[in-house]
T-cell receptor, first 116, second 114 residues
């Protein structure tokens, strides 16, 4: 079945540094990938829709310059948290939808980001 | 506005009892509906989905859900709960199209008592 690989699974970084999270569809192609953020014991909040070869579409209230998204190929999207601060600490999850697929969304295993 | 609501943030059942997790949606167009399960510090696993075919959808691990348009509902059920079913469950909705985003409900934490 469809598999999405997300790396790293955990990362600790210092305030002011940047962190890149990768999301890869391993056995299918995806023109669209989605990035979510999840706070403890809360639901998933969509941050942005990543479109291959074009700019990402950000949800209202999400800072474009802070959360940089690049979807360089049909199997890879990256989320870079720039100048990270402790309030950016969260669980980030990506999702991909297969081209021509049966409307299924496949999720990565998530990245736990801790900013110290 | 299109949205999805999960009634009950916490549900507790005894092992072997019926599991019922509620989900209602609001939409002006036909929705696609999903149920996902999440274990601690992990991603989401698809349990089942409704994409305008059969209204009774069977998923993995013995779960099923019924799409009821008149009630705008898509409740998740399982006849007999197992300890391994304890997890967070999310109902989600999409409104068609190849790139449409998935909108999640607030989640229901299922506890299974021995």
């Amino acid at each position: 079945g469809a598999v999405v690989s997300q790396h790293p699974s955990r990362v600790i970084c210092k305030s002011g540094t940047s962190v890149k999270i990768e999301c890869r569809s391993l056995d299918f192609q995806a023109t669209t990938m989605f990035w979510y953020r999840q706070f403890p014991k809360q639901s998933l909040m969509l941050m942005a829709t990543s479109n291959e070869g074009s700019k990402a579409t950000y949800e209202q209230g999400v800072e474009k310059d802070k959360f940089l998204i690049n979807h360089a190929s049909l199997t890879l999207s990256t989320l870079t948290v720039t100048s990270a601060h402790p309030e950016d600490s969260s669980f980030y999850i990506c999702s991909a939808r297969e081209i021509g697929g049966d409307y299924g969304y496949t999720f990565g295993s998530g990245t736990r980001l801790t900013v110290v | 506005a299109q949205s999805v609501t999960q009634l009950g943030s916490h549900v507790s059942v005894s092992e072997g009892a019926l599991v019922l997790l509620r989900c209602n949606y609001s939409s002006s167009v036909p929705p696609y509906l999903f149920w996902y399960v999440q274990y601690p510090n992990q991603g989401l696993q698809l349990l089942l989905k409704y994409t305008s075919a059969a209204t009774l959808v069977k998923g993995i691990n013995g779960f099923e859900a019924e799409f009821k348009k008149s009630e705008t509902s898509f409740h998740l059920t399982k006849p007999s709960a197992h300890m391994s079913d304890a997890a967070e469950y999310f109902c989600a909705v999409s409104f068609g199209g190849a790139t449409n985003k998935l909108i999640f409900g607030t989640g229901t934490l299922l506890a299974v008592q021995p």
